[in-house]
């Protein structure tokens, strides 16, 4: 099959969203398949067709890189043309994903991301006829997590393919038994605030401990913190597979954990807020501590660098855990879906 795989988000920009739809690309190619990623951006992976500049918007407490231009529609038909199917992402996020749904020809699976905020859920439930209406053209829903689904819950149809990671690519060593780490963007819902806040407790009873940020930079770093930035996939593993404890501290907002999930592969003990996404991901394999709960974040922290047996113990569920979000299991997920939606078309 070819498979147009659309992001409404900019594809030169990190996200979510955005490295699923890199990594699912990979799969299926690899499965035998012939993807084509389409999405905003001036620059992406190899072989993206770009739709031009973004610009920013505040949405679910990040910074959401969209593009408002809506001509995009002529563009994205010149795009997909040829695919047997194309699948959108967040469907119902401006305005690529809308017209990416509307183009004629080949069926449409949409898969919905994220964990939306109460007023967008308000608009759902109220505009219920709305929603379906705007996902009419797809034969398929898919969503991320409960979570993610909960919101659409009783207006459409969905299956549950969560997102995924390459399991097998992630290291589960040697570890660093006092090393802490941190993965994400420096927006106010990823927490970061919350683990510097509980750090000076975690180095007043470990004074040798080390926090290695990776995703965000603060500027120089003190007190046995490290910020590395964005750094790509290589030096990102090999950080999560030298740290022993893996920090969560996340305000809300998340649909699933994938940074969870990278964490659990590479064999860390987790420490994360009790989030509803969090809870689907990890399951006992974790620690979970209330969001913004500073101390006993750090209480946390303290007693898994303190004690290697529990840290070890909690690190090795965590690479069992994670087995079932391996990229093999999504792919054959998705292979199934897109099969669904050419059926569908064809018995129409």
């Given amino acids: ?3 147009g795989l659309v992001s409404p988000y900019d594809l030169g920009r990190p996200g979510g969203v955005q490295d699923q739809v890199i990594r699912l690309a990979a799969w299926l190619r ?5 993807p ?3 999405g905003p951006g001036t620059e992406g992976p190899d072989g993206a067709i770009l739709l031009g500049a973004t ?7 990040a910074a959401t890189p969209i593009r408002l231009d809506p001509r995009v529609g002529r563009d994205l038909a010149r795009a997909l043309a040829g695919v047997d199917v194309i699948h959108v992402h967040e469907p119902l996020m401006p305005v690529v994903s809308p017209a ?9 699976v949409a898969t919905f991301h994220a964990d939306p905020p109460a007023w967008v859920r308000r608009i759902y439930r109220h505009g219920r006829s709305g929603v379906r209406m705007a996902l009419r053209r797809a034969s398929v829903v898919t969503v991320t997590s409960p979570v993610s689904g909960s919101a659409i819950d009783g207006i459409i149809d969905y299956r549950i393919i969560p997102n995924g990671i390459d399991v097998g690519s992630y290291a589960t060593g040697p570890k660093d038994p006092l090393r802490v ?6 927006d106010e819902r990823k927490g970061l605030s919350v683990l510097l806040a509980a ?14 940020v990776l995703g965000a930079d603060r500027g120089e770093p003190s007190d046995g913190v490290q910020y590395l930035g964005w750094v790509g996939d290589d030096v990102k593993r090999e950080k999560l597979a030298a740290a022993t404890v893996f920090c969560a501290p996340n305000l809300g907002g998340e649909s699933f954990g994938i940074t969870l999930a990278e964490a659990m592969a590479a064999a860390c003990a987790v420490v994360a807020s009790t989030l509803p996404a969090f809870e689907y991901v990890a399951g006992s394999a974790a620690r979970f501590v209330d969001p913004g709960d500073v101390a006993n974040m750090a209480e946390q922290i303290i007693d898994l660098l303190a004690n290697p047996v529990a840290a070890h113990d909690l690190g090795k569920a965590a690479t069992e855990r994670v087995r079932q979000f391996d990229g093999s299991t999504v792919t054959a997920a ?3 879906a897109y099969e669904d939606a050419l059926a569908a078309q064809a018995t129409m």
């Avoid at 690899?30 to 012939?34: E, K, M, N, T, V």
């Avoid at 750090?199 to 290695?212: C, D, G, K």
């Fill in 30 to 34: 690899g499965a035998g398949h012939d």
């Fill in 334 to 336: 998705f292979i199934g």
């Fill in 199 to 212: 750090w000076p407790a975690v180095r007043a009873s470990i004074p040798e401990a080390t926090l290695t």
């Fill in 36 to 38: 084509v990623i389409v």
């Fill in 181 to 186: 780490a941190f993965l994400g963007r420096d």
């Fill in 100 to 108: 990416a749904l509307r183009v004629a020809g080949p069926p449409k």
């Fill in 55 to 61: 610009r920013i918007i505040t949405a679910n407490r």
């Fill in 1 to 3: 099959m070819r498979i």
